[in-house]
């Protein structure tokens, strides 16, 4: 039996819907049983429920109590639960909190030292799997090696001579 306070919860046993507080379910197994009480307005409750093993269903006495026993044994258990109402935070708060952690990326988006490349390098050289970081206000600026040297991917085409300043080769996938 799983009772709560306040009733009215939806009850999950191990992820199986078993109704609305106060309910019961049958078990054959005794141990640990995950334990999830939902209600509206209530923050969700989720417990490790520890159902021992009665001293009848220890071997050998399970024997007995399971053959030799005039009638069934019903071991009834009942749990209760406290639900907590749910913390609403403030709108202001929030916006503030929101704030804060805006302000404190942008601070803190700068390279670490160790990713930067040495003087001459033609740039930074990043670890694998590492993503390069900007500076807020700041723009990626991409260089591609002269003609000469530029490998052009199957599906995509070099830009038209004299559309781009720097003299670079951009590519431009084909339609």
């Given amino acids: 039996m799983v009772r709560s306070n306040p009733p009215g ?3 999950y046993v191990d992820n199986q819907l078993i109704g609305t507080t106060p309910c019961a379910t049958d078990f ?16 969700t409750l989720t417990v490790s429920q520890p159902i021992p093993t009665p001293w009848y269903e220890i071997p050998p006495l399970d024997f007995v109590s399971e053959n030799l026993c005039p009638k069934k044994i019903q ?29 404190s990326t942008e601070q803190g988006a700068v ?7 040495p003087p001459g390098s033609g740039g930074p050289v990043l670890p694998p799997g590492a993503a390069p970081v900007f500076s807020p206000g700041t723009q990626p600026v991409l260089t591609l090696p002269p003609e000469s040297e530029t490998l052009v991917p199957s599906g995509a085409l070099p830009a038209p001579p004299g559309s781009l300043p720097s003299g670079g080769q951009p590519l431009v996938p084909l339609p």
């Fill in 111 to 117: 390279l670490p030292p160790a990713v930067i490349g």
């Fill in 75 to 103: 071991d009834f258990r009942t749990v209760s639960y406290n639900l907590v109402p749910q913390v609403i935070v403030p709108t202001e708060q929030l916006l503030g909190r929101a704030e804060e952690l805006r302000r």
């Fill in 9 to 11: 919860a939806m009850v």
């Fill in 28 to 43: 054959i197994y005794y141990g640990t049983r995950e334990v999830r009480l939902v209600k509206p307005g209530f923050e």
